[in-house]
């Protein structure tokens, strides 16, 4: 049986035309200015905004800071031989000690942020918990963003925008070139809709595994730069993303 292929812009050619629509720039408008309304973002004024931004510098990171800072601290907690038990899960570990504690792992992941506020907002998300002995045990590996409003419009806002981005480089860049950013999409136009609580257990786990090895590689290759790099050079950054798609209309 032939492989569904993947995709970058068209569907290929053996798929019925009715079960994929053209999607029109109206569309796209009307999605975004829905998206828009769902945060309580102001749309109403779009082209004035958009004049506007000519003249001013966009700030580098426009991300909830603490986003990044969270997800480093998690990424290292579950990585760090040092904070580690022998079956390699994250050991529990006090604010202040000698040899592992919270405050050393904030200070070595995020050194920009202080550890007490770090740790607050952790606690405030649920991703570490705190006994009556102020023993700290962290309780995931990813964020829930969308467990919690301000997280979750960040994640979105900057998840469009970093999306956008990329079907703006690729565009941009000849189409046999290798500076292309990767991007593939499998689309089906006669899924059963009774399957999809099945697929998304699936996209759930097999994209929650790849973004762990994902973060894991990343993790260990910016700690080689960091040691075998004289100059100071600027660093990149770099976000990998699963999503799944449904259009029952």
Not at 78 to 90: K, W
Request: with cysteine; proline share 6%; charged share 25%.
């Amino acid at each position: 049986m032939p492989k569904r292929p993947l995709f970058n812009r068209t569907p290929p050619r053996n798929v019925d035309s009715n079960s994929l629509r053209e999607v029109s720039v109206d569309d796209v408008i009307k999605q975004l200015l829905d998206l828009f309304d769902h945060l309580g973002v102001d749309a109403s004024r779009l082209a004035s905004r958009l004049s506007d931004l000519e003249s001013k510098a966009l700030t580098p990171r426009r991300l909830y800071p603490h986003i990044a800072a969270i997800g480093e601290l998690l990424t290292s907690w579950h990585q760090n031989p040092n904070y580690l038990d022998d079956a390699g899960n994250p050991l529990p570990v006090k604010m202040r000690a000698r040899v592992r504690s919270f405050e050393r792992l904030a200070r070595s992941s995020v050194p920009n942020l202080k550890a007490a506020r770090l740790l607050t907002e952790l606690d405030r998300i649920g991703a570490v918990s705190i006994d009556s002995g102020g023993l700290i045990r962290v309780q995931m590996r990813s964020l829930p963003v969308y467990e919690d409003r301000r997280l979750a419009i960040q994640h979105t806002l900057s998840s469009l925008d970093g999306f956008i981005k990329t079907l703006r480089h690729n565009l941009k860049s000849p189409p046999a070139n290798s500076n292309q950013l990767f991007h593939r999409i499998a689309r089906s136009g006669e899924f059963d809709p009774k399957e999809i609580p099945a697929l998304k257990i699936r996209v759930k786990r097999y994209g929650q595994s790849f973004l762990e090895s994902c973060d894991n590689w990343m993790s260990r290759r910016s700690r080689i730069k960091s040691k075998s790099t004289k100059s100071r050079q600027k660093a990149a950054y770099v976000s990998i993303g699963v999503y799944l798609s449904v259009d029952k209309t």
